[in-house]
């Protein structure tokens, strides 16, 4: 699995770790059963201290997202998709909500800000839709 940790920024490096895992859940790139990396080997490949991951690992069971398997490691738990789905649901909601009262607060009409998220939407929605595979008819 990929992270990407930004040491400098504003969210603790646990909790990016957190969020990381959290929407991997949601997007099925993570699912129920699979085992993540031990801590000693993601300290490791992120050059981050073992503790920091341990307390990720450690928040992220408690937030029923990965489980112990006895002797093996961490995994990923079977019902973690919808309550990850919800998680990233909510991130995104507050997203939002502070991108709206910055631009608010800037200045911008609501009319403004309504051509500016439908244009945003329906570009990115046309960026997903064209880097969908085409399916073929079974000849070449």
Not at 115 to 131: K, Y
Request: some cysteine; overall charge neutral; hydrophobic content about 45%.
């Amino acid at each position: 699995m990929f992270f990407s940790i930004d040491a400098d920024g504003d969210i603790p490096i646990y909790e990016q770790l957190v969020r990381q895992v959290k929407l991997a859940v949601a997007d099925g790139i993570l699912v129920g059963g699979q085992m993540v990396p031990s801590v000693r080997q993601l300290a490791n490949d992120l050059a981050i201290n073992s503790n920091t991951i341990a307390r990720a690992y450690q928040e992220l069971q408690s937030d029923h997202v990965l489980e112990p398997l006895r002797g093996r490691g961490m995994v990923v738990r079977r019902d973690a998709m919808k309550r990850c789905t919800k998680a990233r649901n909510s991130l995104v909601a507050e997203s939002v909500r502070r991108a709206l009262a910055d631009a608010l607060a800037g200045g911008m009409t609501t009319a403004e800000l309504r051509d500016l998220f439908e244009a945003e939407l329906d570009r990115q929605s046309a960026m997903i839709e064209n880097a969908k595979p085409v399916s073929g008819n079974g000849t070449s």
